[in-house]
């Protein structure tokens, strides 16, 4: 018999409302941490997504910058490089410079006769 009332006193602290509370406590915290660290790793998984964008950019500028510099190690790629940045020639070459055609800009409108004019014209084109 003693025992039977040892295990419901036992039983009677383990519900009280203050183990109660204080085990709620608990898990709201170790929930609140859970979700802390989630948070943390979707921002994380975010960052080395774009990391990795800044990878690959900044791999494919360094594959044009070393073909670049291959071009720019020729002679042949030194002159081309220059005749595009400052237009110059060489002694005994030539440059042709193309230059579009203007279009006239026309400001004034055709002048209108008087009404009967037009009428006199479309009777002309009838016959």
Partial sequence: MRELQEKQKRKERLYSTPVLIGLSLITLLVLRGTFVIMQKERESSTYVGSLEEKVTTLADRQAKLKTDTARL???????????????????????VVIVDPKEKASTTEPKSGPWYQGVVSFLKSLW
């Avoid at 002159?79 to 002694?91: G, L, M, Q």
């Fill in 73 to 95: 190690s020729t002679d042949e790629g030194i002159d081309t490089e220059i005749k595009t940045r400052f237009s110059v020639a060489k002694a005994g070459e030539h440059v």
